[in-house]
């Protein structure tokens, strides 16, 4: 009777309308997880590794919080994907994609309900997409010929991207950080050049910026704490041969004196190698690996600073910001390049002493040190900063500007909804469904400030009839109020790349028929 099983054992496989259910389900439940952090009421949420150590992250960041998740539903992997994506790309943004997303598959969830087929949702979903982003394209704002305008515009932007985040309460104060070190980058949106250092300790108002670069580890003893003009190697090599250790050889000696010998012929090469390094004509010798005593009292005895274990990504940056490359052999210095900077010297924060190296060949170099309470304050601070540096970055590339706080969101629902009511067919459906999905960011916005949110976007919606309107919620006075004068602005790019991913994202889950999943693999039991 039973129906041949094509499927092994275990798999198992769900078709139809169960599969696109499951889909369905799993998308949003992810949406309403992250929601709640969207804008500048929003919470944050505590992540517990329950593995070694219980490390307890807090975080507001939308990819932050998804990276962390484990989860089985296959489509809701897709929206974690697309945020983690957005954060690569342009860095902010990541809550508003998956809620975008998440309120498409809702609103399809009800069409597919009507007996509307998903191709035709696609089709209308894709239409509404290119109309949407041709609204705002007809809005924005590029001010990059101005400089004064544009330094402004920029400071807004890092001021409403910080605004959602813990650093909201000091935004001036780090947006301004942010907006200097963006600005010495010079266009490049290469962010290695900007180091975070993090010093518990202080509050975050003593986070500070500081032209240069500052590496976090002591000087060593009896060598020159201050050096003006110097030339830094920057090598990858060990320093660790004034003892014996050849790995597994044996060394047969008929006497203690032979040893000794063995030992002075290994201090020999030892010298011998530090001389080449000398041979550089340097006064700075920066190594990842360690140093023993001698080699370190060798240099120690010619002047030279040397330090020892700077980790990995220290020294790719400290080659990197000097103009050096990491070297590994010394047998030609002329076809080592060696680094420059004007003056090092030892500073203190807090109650570390950190090596600082001030007037660095590359200009567009800088640290910022970020002092707070707490190690969890320090890291979800470094999140927020990281965000505001990747967005301003991407908008010095990309001058366009548009207003926040909900704004562009009405701007496009409104265009979108148009062009529904000329559509004819199944598919002006989709695109109306597509306008209520815009609509419920400034919906969230709204319910996460504990504002009354369909009072308030019907209102929003009534504004924006009319013309050159710069309506969007103002959650902190709980109304509805004007953008430009509240100064809340947001970058193009990141919008656009809002928009399209969700779109994007939303297409494939929709396309969905059929959840196949294959057997594990058993285990033999090797007894």
Known sequence: MAIEKILKDDASEEKGERARMASFVGAISITDLVKTTLGPKGMDKILQSTGRGN?????NDGATILKSLHIDNPAAKVLIDISKVQDDEVGDGTTSVVVLAGELLREAEKLVAAKIHPMTIISGYRMAAECARNALLQRVV???ENAEKFKSDLMKIAMTTLSSKILSQDKEHFAQLAVDAVMRLKGSTNLEAIQIIK??????MDSFLDEGFILDKKIGLGQPKRIENAKILVANTAMDTDKVKIYGARVRVDSM??????EGAEKEKMREKVKKILGHGINCFVNRQLIYNFPEELFADAGILAIEHADFDGIERLALVTGGEIASTFDNPESVKLGHCKLIEEIMIGEDKLIHFSGVEMGQACTIVLRGASHHVLDEAERSLHDALCVLSQTVNDTRVLLGGGWPEMVMAKEVDELARKTPGKKSHAIEAFSRALVAIPTIIADNAGLDSADLVAKLRAEHHKEGCNAGIDVISGSVGDMAELGISEAFKVKQAVLLSATEAAEMILRVD???TC?????????
């Open 199 to 204: 010093k518990p300790g202080g509050s975050l």
């Open 519 to 527: 057997a594990p693999r058993k285990r033999e039991d090797r007894m």
């Open 257 to 262: 004196s032979k040893v000794a010998e063995i």
């Open 514 to 516: 059929e959840i196949i």
């Open 55 to 59: 490390e307890v992250t807090v975080t």
């Open 142 to 144: 590029d001010n990059k």
